[in-house]
């Protein structure tokens, strides 16, 4: 190995730059077999309803109290920056409009990924230093279809519902803030349905389906591809969730740029 | 159909720069039970992922009959995975399920029975192995004999051609490896399953093989019959019966 340090700098960006499409490629096969073989029968309903549940019903009350306090202090720097133009009736719009557009999708989804995105990561690393999943293979069951398919398809249809309810809650929560603000409660919600149009709503839940997709893919395969006992149980954990935050932030911004 | 013939030709595994196998080659007999010996760290554990397909050797041939692994189509891979049943060296037991559903599993997961008729096969099994109330216990709750039971009974329950263990003694009191040895004889003799046994126990490989392969340095140094491997004059092969297993 050479000492010269232009060099080596080279190599280490190198390097760097082929592990990367090296992980993007497998991820990207891994995520499309899993796609196609949840459309193939049989169908295992039991496994994805289970799934839908551990994704959905059991986030419901982190999704609650996020949706809630993001209304809420959304709408308290609102109303302090609006008052300044004396337009407060516009608080009711804007809060539904970043509900419903960013903050109901990506937070919601970023919450999900610390709670199910890592949990997924965890329990396929498990499996797989554990022969858990080889003992699948030579049993004659596709772990992709058995495993993965499931758990991204319940992620994918499941964080539009919670989206939903954070934007709900998200915007109820902004209503009470601004009324305990002495706004008029009638104007915050009577100009949400004159500006806010439905397709902030559609366009917001298309997103959060995406980033269902991304951090139920991204958890399992990191989990999936796990190597080294529980250190790498650990590794692939933590890299679930930075891998699933960043690819969230950053199909975000490209989807935002694309459908607004 | 009746149990294969399993023919390892001139097997390589490398990982990293490590070469594993270095050409091995042996026969594993139909209907017999078979041993793989060797020290720790030889590579038994490559073979047997290689022998099931989770592996993929760098070079040589893996045939079973006339089917030949690394050439073979998804679907063959598939029909012949139904003939196996594997017993993992830690059990590999499903931990979200219960000891029966873990049991049932291979079962359930083909279709291949009802509900009531797969649990009421279950539930025999793990009478047979000792474990007659054990059903709905959770998996964690096993002690680790009785993960290797439940391990067993769940390779046994689709009543495979092939079975293969990998250390199934490896971690148990003399008394539980005995009956471990038990069960395996039991289970060659009930279905006339060709048996594999990866294994560095010499007690047992003297007791139950049939035909014993010893793995030394990537290659196979002796295919023969336990007293045959008895007589055999090499120095490694004296070495590992006289004790020298790690």
Same mark, same amino acid.
């Given at each position: 190995?050479?000492?010269?340090?232009?060099?080596?700098?080279? *190599?280490?960006? #190198?390097?760097?730059?082929?592990?990367?499409?090296?992980?993007?490629?497998?991820?990207?096969?891994?995520?499309?077999?899993?796609?196609?073989?949840?459309?193939?029968?049989?169908?295992?309903?039991?496994?994805?309803?289970?799934?839908?549940?551990?994704?959905?019903?059991?986030?419901?009350?982190?999704?609650?109290?996020?949706?809630?306090?993001? #209304? *809420?202090?959304? %709408?308290?720097?609102?109303?302090?920056?609006?008052?300044?133009?004396?337009?407060?009736?516009?608080?009711?719009?804007?809060?539904?409009?970043?509900? %419903?557009?960013?903050?109901?999708?990506?937070?919601?989804?970023?919450?999900?990924?610390?709670?199910?995105?890592?949990?997924? *990561?965890?329990?396929?690393?498990?499996?797989?230093?554990?022969?858990?999943?080889?003992?699948?293979?030579?049993?004659? *069951?596709?772990?992709?279809?058995?495993?993965?398919?499931?758990?991204?398809?319940?992620?994918?249809?499941?964080?539009?519902?919670?989206?939903?309810?954070?934007?709900?809650?998200?915007?109820?929560?902004?209503?009470?803030?601004?009324? #305990?603000?002495?706004?008029?409660?009638?104007?915050?919600?009577?100009?949400?349905?004159?500006?806010?149009?439905?397709?902030?709503?559609?366009?917001?839940?298309?997103?959060?389906?995406?980033?269902?997709?991304?951090?139920?893919?991204?958890?399992?395969?990191?989990?999936?591809? %796990?190597?080294?006992?529980?250190?790498?149980?650990?590794?692939? %954990?933590?890299?679930?969730?930075?891998?699933?935050?960043?690819?969230?932030?950053?199909?975000?911004?490209?989807?935002?740029?694309?459908?607004? | 159909?009746?149990?294969?013939?399993?023919?390892?030709?001139?097997?390589?595994?490398?990982?990293?720069?490590?070469?594993?196998?270095?050409?091995?080659?042996?026969?594993?007999?139909?209907?017999?039970?078979?041993?793989?010996?060797?020290?720790?760290?030889?590579?038994?554990?490559?073979?047997?992922?290689?022998?099931?397909?989770?592996?993929?050797?760098?070079?040589?041939?893996?045939?079973?009959?006339?089917?030949?692994?690394?050439?073979?189509?998804?679907?063959?891979?598939?029909?012949?995975?139904?003939?196996?049943?594997?017993?993992?060296?830690?059990?590999?037991?499903?931990?979200?399920?219960?000891?029966?559903?873990?049991?049932?599993?291979?079962?359930?997961?083909?279709?291949?029975?009802?509900?009531?008729?797969?649990?009421?096969?279950?539930?025999?099994?793990?009478?047979?192995?000792?474990?007659?109330?054990?059903?709905?216990?959770?998996?964690?709750?096993?002690?680790?004999?009785?993960?290797?039971?439940?391990?067993?009974?769940?390779?046994?329950?689709?009543?495979?051609?092939?079975?293969?263990?990998?250390?199934?003694?490896?971690?148990?009191?003399?008394?539980?490896?005995?009956?471990?040895?038990?069960?395996?004889?039991?289970?060659?003799?009930?279905?006339?399953?060709?048996?594999?046994?990866?294994?560095?126990?010499?007690?047992?490989?003297?007791?139950?093989?049939?035909?014993?392969?010893?793995?030394?340095?990537?290659?196979?140094?002796?295919?023969?019959?336990?007293?045959?491997?008895?007589?055999?004059?090499?120095?490694?092969?004296?070495?590992?019966?006289?004790?020298?297993?790690?």
């Amino acid at each position: 190995m050479t000492t010269n340090p232009a060099f080596r700098l080279v *190599a280490y960006f #190198g390097r760097t730059a082929l592990d990367s499409i090296f992980h993007l490629g497998r991820y990207s096969v891994l995520s499309l077999r899993a796609l196609i073989l949840s459309l193939i029968p049989p169908w295992r309903l039991r496994t994805l309803f289970r799934q839908m549940e551990l994704v959905g019903v059991n986030s419901l009350f982190v999704v609650i109290l996020t949706g809630l306090f993001t #209304g *809420a202090v959304f %709408t308290l720097q609102v109303i302090y920056g609006f008052r300044r133009f004396s337009a407060e009736s516009m608080v009711g719009p804007t809060v539904a409009t970043a509900m %419903t557009r960013e903050l109901g999708p990506v937070l919601t989804s970023l919450m999900v990924t610390g709670r199910v995105g890592s949990a997924m *990561a965890a329990e396929l690393s498990a499996m797989k230093v554990t022969e858990q999943i080889d003992a699948l293979t030579v049993m004659g *069951a596709d772990p992709v279809k058995y495993l993965i398919s499931p758990r991204i398809l319940a992620a994918t249809i499941m964080l539009p519902l919670l989206t939903a309810v954070a934007d709900a809650i998200g915007v109820i929560g902004g209503y009470l803030v601004a009324i #305990g603000k002495g706004l008029d409660p009638g104007q915050f919600a009577s100009r949400i349905q004159d500006i806010v149009v439905l397709g902030d709503v559609y366009n917001g839940l298309i997103k959060s389906a995406v980033f269902g997709f991304i951090l139920a893919s991204v958890g399992c395969y990191m989990g999936f591809y %796990t190597k080294g006992g529980a250190e790498g149980v650990g590794r692939s %954990t933590t890299h679930a969730v930075v891998c699933s935050y960043v690819a969230i932030l950053v199909g975000d911004f490209v989807m935002t740029a694309i459908m607004f | 159909m009746a149990a294969p013939t399993i023919v390892i030709k001139d097997i390589h595994k490398t990982f990293g720069d490590q070469e594993v196998l270095k050409g091995m080659s042996f026969v594993v007999q139909p209907g017999k039970v078979n041993f793989l010996i060797g020290r720790s760290g030889e590579g038994k554990t490559v073979a047997l992922k290689l022998l099931t397909g989770l592996l993929g050797p760098d070079a040589g041939e893996i045939w079973y009959d006339d089917l030949e692994l690394s050439q073979a189509e998804t679907k063959d891979l598939y029909d012949l995975r139904l003939r196996i049943g594997l017993l993992f060296q830690d059990g590999a037991l499903f931990d979200s399920l219960s000891v029966g559903e873990n049991v049932a599993f291979p079962l359930w997961f083909h279709r291949k029975a009802k509900a009531k008729v797969t649990r009421a096969k279950a539930e025999g099994l793990l009478t047979d192995l000792g474990l007659a109330d054990a059903y709905d216990r959770p998996v964690t709750s096993l002690s680790t004999g009785e993960r290797k039971r439940v391990a067993l009974a769940r390779a046994l329950i689709v009543e495979p051609e092939i079975l293969f263990f990998d250390e199934p003694t490896t971690g148990l009191d003399p008394l539980l490896s005995a009956q471990v040895d038990g069960l395996i004889s039991q289970a060659q003799e009930r279905s006339g399953a060709t048996v594999l046994v990866i294994s560095h126990d010499i007690a047992a490989t003297l007791t139950l093989a049939d035909q014993v392969s010893m793995l030394y340095d990537g290659r196979i140094i002796a295919s023969s019959t336990p007293d045959e491997l008895r007589a055999n004059p090499s120095p490694e092969v004296r070495k590992f019966l006289a004790g020298a297993t790690d």
